[in-house]
């Protein structure tokens, strides 16, 4: 570890994990404090960036945006490639105690190998006098090449060796990561809500579905739908944080719902439920908000998923992976390795309904995204569905949602 009990910085180890990398790339490295000043460094490329401030007597600080490079890494929650001002690709990564910012690590320069910088030389040294080119292109020479490929795994080996050495520091940065393309999703979604006229019936839409999504346990497809209902709550409230806090204790209580539906107890649930005010009170911003929903989110899903005997789970795993396909009881009974007949029974007890059914409300709301989000049509739709033809999905699709696939379309795209 580079960073000791107390929280100071172990140099022999920074030391230790600069050379290593150094010694297996060739590539250039250095570590620097929260003030840019340079710790350590290993490879000789540094020198003609230094002849380069001399001979040109550049008026910017390679320290300024080393330090704001290694700062954006912390937003993005990965490493930050970027190009100098006089055309280097370097990556920043940054030096993390307990979340706090404690310097950061840059590689490079490195040289881009690629058709449009080809003359990267020319266009560098153009301003050098006569006199200096010579001595700048011998040390421009020296300097490592690669392709954007090449430069990708540079970073990642960077990022998984300094992960080793800081405690926690790929969870937080993955956290960073999530709450970023979270946040750009949902400006993404308010940007649409704009345009939209008829908000209430997309409001019932969305509910419904991220109603069907937690009880199946559709982790992913769960999430997405959340942070479009977000950016509806953040939408029609504004800036006002209390009527937006409001908007999503009603969010929270629907997933209660679907897990209660699902089975989950009844006192936990609303128990869980009514510790959430306090939570959602100490939040002030709305990323930090936006993230507790996800955190919320896989409690209720897992609650939901976590009912049934491990058999069924996994059924209702393979269930929701291949309903496209044409399978059959005695398919998902064999996955799980039990007899067709015992697994049916055990099937209906645990879910509460029986295996055909399931599969049809699977069929159905996929159906329901599918007219409504793509160009399929709806003989195509009950087709890729399995549904034996088009008279039949509409039978079994009103049975579900009370209205037939055209009424739905009109209602709701």
Not at 193 to 218: A, C, P, Q
Request: hydrophobic share 40%.
């Amino acid at each position: 570890m580079i960073f000791c009990n107390t929280g100071n910085l172990i140099h022999e180890e920074l030391d230790e994990l600069l050379k290593t990398y150094y010694m297996s790339t060739g590539v250039s490295i250095l570590a620097i404090d929260t003030n840019g000043q340079v710790l350590i460094s290993y490879g000789d490329s540094f020198s003609f960036c230094d002849l380069v401030h001399k001979f040109n007597k550049l008026n910017h600080s390679c320290k300024d945006f080393h330090l704001k490079a290694c700062k954006l890494a912390i937003d993005i929650g990965e490493p930050y490639f970027f190009y100098c001002p006089i055309d280097f690709v370097h990556i920043a990564i940054p030096l993390l105690n307990n979340r706090t910012f404690s310097g950061g690590i840059i590689v490079g320069p490195i040289i881009m190998n690629h058709p449009s910088n080809k003359d990267h030389k020319q266009f560098i040294l153009q301003d050098i006098s006569t006199h200096n080119i010579d001595v700048l292109s011998k040390h421009y020479d020296h300097i490592t090449t690669a392709d954007p490929i090449r430069i990708n795994y540079l970073g990642n080996m960077l990022f998984m060796m300094a992960s080793r050495e800081m405690d926690n520091y790929e969870s937080y940065l993955n956290e960073k990561k999530v709450k970023m393309d979270q946040q750009s999703r949902i400006n993404e979604y308010i940007q649409m809500y704009k345009n939209i006229s008829d908000k209430n019936t997309k409001l019932n839409h969305m509910e419904n579905d991220l109603f069907y999504k937690v009880r199946e346990g559709k982790v992913i497809e769960a999430k997405t739908i959340l942070n479009e209902l977000i950016a509806y709550i953040y939408c029609e409230n504004g800036s006002n944080i209390s009527l937006i806090k409001a908007g999503v204790m009603d969010v929270c209580t629907l997933l209660s719902r679907a897990a209660i539906d699902c089975g989950a107890p009844v006192k936990e649930m609303l128990a869980f439920n009514y510790l959430l005010f306090d939570d959602l009170n100490k939040l002030k911003s709305l990323e930090e908000i936006s993230y507790w929903m996800l955190k919320v989110l896989d409690y209720y899903i897992e609650n939901s998923i976590n009912l049934y005997p491990n058999e069924i789970e996994k059924s209702i795993l393979y269930i929701n992976k291949h309903f496209k396909n044409d399978i059959k009881i005695s398919d998902v009974a064999d996955h799980v390795h039990l007899n067709p007949r015992y697994f049916s029974s055990l099937f209906k007890k645990e879910v509460g309904v029986c295996f055909s059914e399931y599969l049809q409300k699977i069929r159905i709301e996929e159906s329901k995204f599918l007219i409504c989000n793509t160009n399929k049509s709806i003989l195509e739709v009950s087709t890729s569905l399995r549904f034996s033809d088009q008279s039949y999905f509409t039978k079994v699709f009103k049975k579900f949602t009370g209205m037939t696939p055209k009424q739905y379309v009109c209602k709701f795209r």
